[in-house]
C-alpha cells in the first residue's frame, strides 16, 4: 500500500483514451518556456507541446512595446533557475529579455514544440477517458481539436485583449492621440509634443523618463505624469556590481546562483520589515527620495496613503525618473480627473494640463485561466469557488495546473516551483501507474478563507470576485512567501492524502466517498 494514493476500486476503473501529448502548455511566455524546460530535464519520457494566440513568443515581453518597458524585478530572481542571466543590466529592457527567451527556446529546441496563432477557446476534462480535450481557434477563425493528459497554463494574469478602462469624461472631445501603453503605436512619434500620463504606477514610471528627450530630437517637449495617488519607490542601480564581480572570478553558474540567493533574500527582508515596520521602511525609501530629488521633492506628490509594500513598491533604476524632473523635462501633479476637453485634460482642482497626447497608463485588467472557458465533465468550472492548492493546482479540478506569480517578489520564482512540483506529480503518477491526480476537497466548508490578494492595488482589488480562494492554512493556500513554498515544493510529500491519484473512470460524477489506497 502507498500512504496518500487513493483511488478507485478496480472495477470502476477503464482504460484511459490515447492523447496527442502528455502535457499541453497554453502560452509563450515566460510561464511557458519555463516549463517545457523543466519537462525536458526532469520528465524526458513525457511528450508535450506549447500554443501560443500570438505568431511570437515572449508573452507580455513582446506584446507590450512602449517606451523604456523593462523588468520590475532584477533578472537574477526574474531569469530561469536554470539559465543563468549574462547581461550586465541586471535591470535589463523588454528586448533583452526577449533575447534571453528566444535563446533559451532555440539552444533547447524548444521552438519545434510550439504551435503559433493557437487560441485556446475551450477546455473540457473527460473523468472516462482521463483527459483533456482542448479546442484551438486559428487566426482565420477555424477550430481544432488537441488532448492532453494535463493541462498546463503558462497565461499569465492579465487580460490581454483588453486593459482596464478609468472611463474618463470627455474622451470624445480631445483633439489629439489618446494611448494606452498596452496597445502602444508602431513608430510611434512623439517628438516635442506635451505629453501627459495618467497613472503612478511601474508603467508610468518606466514611460516618463523613456519619452523626454535624450538630445536626438526625437523626445517630447514635456512630460506630465498625472497621478490620483502617490506611489512608493525604490531606487537601485540598473547594474548589480556584485553580480557583474562574481561573474569575472567565478564560473557563470555559481555566480548567478549566489547572486539569486542573495536577492530572494533581500527581497524577503524588505518585504517582511516593510509589514513588521512599516514607518521604518517609509523613512528609508522618503530619505532616497529626497536625496534624488533635491529641491524638486514634493512630499504630496511623494507620500503615499499606504504603508510601503501594502501595494508592490515601483522600481526607479538609476533614479531615471527623478532625473527626468530634476532636469525640467518631466513633472508630477497631483490630482483627480474633472474630464478631458479638447485641449487636454481639466483637472478637480481648478487647474488644466495642455496636452497633444494622454497615455492612459491607468492599469490592466486580471484574468483567470486565461479567459478559457474550462469544464470538468460537462460542468463549468466558476474559479471563484474553487480553492488553490499548492498555489498552482485547484480543488476537485483534475490533472490541472496555472502559474499566478508572487505579488512580492519574481514571477518566475513560482513559475520555477510550479513547474518543479507539476514535474514531481508526474513522475509520480508514472511510479504508481496512474493517470489522474485531483486535490480532493470534499467541504469546503471546512476551510477558514483568508484574503492572500491584501494588496490595496486597483487592478487586485477590482478582481477579488472572480479569483480563486485561499485557505489560511496550507494546502490550500496562494502563500507569498517563496523561501518556504521552496522547501514545500521540493520535498514535501507528493502523496499527502489530499492528492488523489486515480484511472479513468466509468462515471464521470463528483469523487466518490470511498477510497482505497492503491496498490
Known amino acids: 500500500m502507498m500512504a496518500g494514493s487513493a483511488t478507485l476500486d478496480r472495477s470502476e476503473r477503464t482504460a484511459a483514451a490515447p492523447v496527442d501529448q502528455d502535457v499541453l502548455i497554453v502560452g509563450a511566455?515566460?510561464?511557458?518556456?519555463?516549463?517545457?524546460?523543466?519537462?525536458?530535464m526532469n520528465c524526458p519520457d513525457r511528450s508535450f507541446a506549447l500554443v501560443e494566440r500570438r505568431a511570437n513568443l515572449g508573452g507580455t515581453w513582446d506584446l507590450f512595446r512602449y517606451p523604456g518597458i523593462r523588468s520590475d524585478s532584477d533578472m537574477h530572481t526574474l531569469g530561469f533557475i536554470f539559465e543563468p542571466w549574462k547581461h550586465e543590466k541586471s535591470i535589463a529592457d523588454g528586448p533583452s529579455i526577449l533575447a534571453y527567451l528566444n535563446r533559451i527556446v532555440d539552444e533547447r529546441h524548444i521552438r519545434?514544440?510550439?504551435?503559433?496563432?493557437?487560441?485556446?477557446v475551450g477546455a473540457d476534462w473527460s473523468s472516462a477517458e482521463a483527459r483533456w480535450t482542448v479546442t484551438l481557434e486559428d487566426d482565420a477563425g477555424a477550430t481544432t481539436t488537441t488532448t492532453a493528459r494535463w493541462l498546463y497554463l503558462g497565461s499569465g494574469y492579465y487580460d490581454y485583449d483588453e486593459p482596464y478602462d478609468a472611463h474618463f469624461p470627455g474622451r470624445e472631445d480631445f483633439a489629439g492621440q489618446i494611448v494606452h501603453p498596452q496597445f502602444w503605436p508602431k513608430d510611434f512619434d512623439y517628438a516635442g509634443k506635451k505629453v501627459v500620463v495618467i497613472g503612478s504606477g511601474a508603467t508610468a514610471v518606466t514611460i516618463v523618463p523613456s519619452m523626454t528627450e535624450r538630445g536626438d530630437g526625437k523626445g517630447a517637449a514635456h512630460v506630465t505624469m498625472l497621478q490620483r495617488t502617490p506611489t512608493w519607490y525604490a531606487i537601485r542601480p540598473a547594474k548589480d556590481g556584485i553580480a557583474n564581480f562574481l561573474r569575472k572570478i567565478l564560473p557563470e553558474k555559481l555566480a548567478y546562483s549566489i547572486t539569486r540567493f542573495k536577492n530572494i533574500r533581500l527581497q524577503d527582508i524588505v518585504f517582511r520589515r516593510a509589514r513588521e515596520k512599516p514607518e521604518k521602511v517609509a523613512d528609508f525609501l522618503t530619505k532616497k527620495l529626497k536625496q534624488a530629488l533635491g529641491d524638486k521633492y514634493d512630499p504630496v506628490a511623494f507620500t503615499p496613503p499606504y504603508n510601503p509594500w501594502d501595494q508592490r513598491l515601483c522600481l526607479v533604476p538609476d533614479a531615471d525618473f527623478f532625473e527626468a524632473m530634476k532636469a525640467g523635462q518631466a513633472s508630477v501633479v497631483t490630482d483627480h480627473i474633472e474630464r478631458?476637453?479638447?485641449?487636454?485634460?481639466?483637472?478637480?482642482?481648478g487647474g488644466h494640463l495642455d496636452a497633444d497626447i494622454i497615455i492612459t497608463a491607468t492599469g490592466l485588467k486580471l484574468a483567470v485561466a486565461g479567459k478559457i472557458p474550462v469544464r470538468?465533465?460537462?460542468e463549468t468550472v466558476d474559479w471563484s469557488q474553487h480553492f488553490y492548492y499548492k498555489a498552482c493546482m485547484f480543488s476537485n479540478v483534475p490533472n490541472f495546473a496555472a502559474v499566478?506569480?508572487?505579488?512580492?517578489?519574481?514571477?518566475t520564482l513560482r513559475a520555477d516551483l510550479v513547474s518543479e512540483y507539476v514535474c514531481r506529480v508526474l513522475?509520480?503518477?508514472?511510479?504508481?501507474?496512474?493517470?489522474?491526480a485531483t486535490p480532493v476537497l470534499e467541504d469546503p466548508s471546512t476551510l477558514v478563507e483568508d484574503d492572500i490578494f491584501d494588496f490595496s492595488s486597483g487592478y487586485i482589488q477590482r478582481a477579488l470576485h472572480i479569483m480563486p480562494k485561499s485557505a489560511v492554512d496550507m494546502p490550500w493556500r496562494l502563500s507569498q512567501n517563496y523561501v518556504r513554498d521552496r522547501v514545500d515544493m521540493r520535498t514535501g510529500t507528493i502523496a499527502d492524502g489530499i492528492l488523489t491519484f486515480g484511472h479513468?473512470?466509468?462515471?464521470?460524477?463528483?469523487?466518490?466517498?470511498?477510497?482505497?489506497?492503491?496498490?
Open 112 to 120: 519545434d514544440h510550439i504551435r503559433f496563432n493557437r487560441k485556446v
Open 427 to 436: 513522475n509520480h503518477m508514472r511510479d504508481t501507474d496512474t493517470t489522474v
Open 29 to 40: 511566455g515566460i510561464s511557458g518556456i519555463g516549463m517545457a524546460v523543466h519537462l525536458q
Open 376 to 378: 470538468v465533465d460537462g
Open 404 to 411: 499566478f506569480g508572487y505579488l512580492n517578489a519574481s514571477w
Open 504 to 519: 479513468a473512470r466509468k462515471a464521470a460524477a463528483s469523487p466518490p466517498a470511498e477510497l482505497e489506497a492503491a496498490e
Open 340 to 349: 478631458f476637453d479638447r485641449t487636454g485634460i481639466q483637472l478637480k482642482s
